[in-house]
């Protein structure tokens, strides 16, 4: 696991948000294996940015734009993810376990197109604002079908065995 201080890391999401306007500048965040324990990245935009098996224990993405990401593998245990983009993103073996999903006060937590094989959560799924063409493990039923919503929703998510 490798260590990034907050000025590696400020320089990082610099470099990325470069990218995103002209992949020509900048540079695309590749965050794999990093240790992001705590880091405050609420409002960032990581959009399509490589997180794969990062550690993100109790970090705070309030906000942040994570749509197309790679966080496979990543642990995403206790983060806010409140108000979170992560439409598109690819959560497979990921560890949401008390991962903040509500949409309290905030805008919508986004989990649209997400690909969720594999990936360990608990309640706070149900809290997810859009899960709208998100694919699942089939042990996740036992999360989904509580959500108000599941009627309408059932019929546009895609369950598969892990």
Excluded: C
């Excluded at 983060?79 to 006060?105: E, I, R």
């Excluded at 899960?131 to 546009?156: C, E, G, H, N, Q």
Aim: cysteine-free; aromatic content about 6%.
């Amino acid at each position: 696991m490798r260590t990034i201080t907050q000025e590696e890391l400020s320089q990082i999401l610099t470099d990325h948000v470069l990218w995103l306007k002209d992949n020509s500048i900048g540079e695309r965040a590749n965050l794999t294996d990093a240790n992001l324990t705590d880091a405050n990245l609420t409002n960032a935009n990581l959009a399509d940015a490589n997180l794969t098996d990062a550690n993100l224990f109790g970090a705070n993405l309030t906000n942040a734009n994570l749509s197309g990401a790679n966080l496979t593998g990543a642990n995403l245990t206790n983060v806010h993810l409140t108000g979170v983009n992560l439409a598109g993103a690819n959560l497979s073996d990921a560890d949401l376990a008390g991962a903040n999903l509500s949409g309290t006060n905030l805008s919508d937590t986004n989990l649209s197109h997400a690909y969720l094989i594999g990936a360990k959560f608990d309640i706070n799924i149900i809290n997810a604002t859009s899960i709208y063409y998100a694919t699942f493990s089939k042990d996740a039923l036992m999360w989904l079908i509580p959500r108000d919503d599941w009627a309408k929703v059932k019929d546009a998510v895609k369950i598969i065995d892990n």
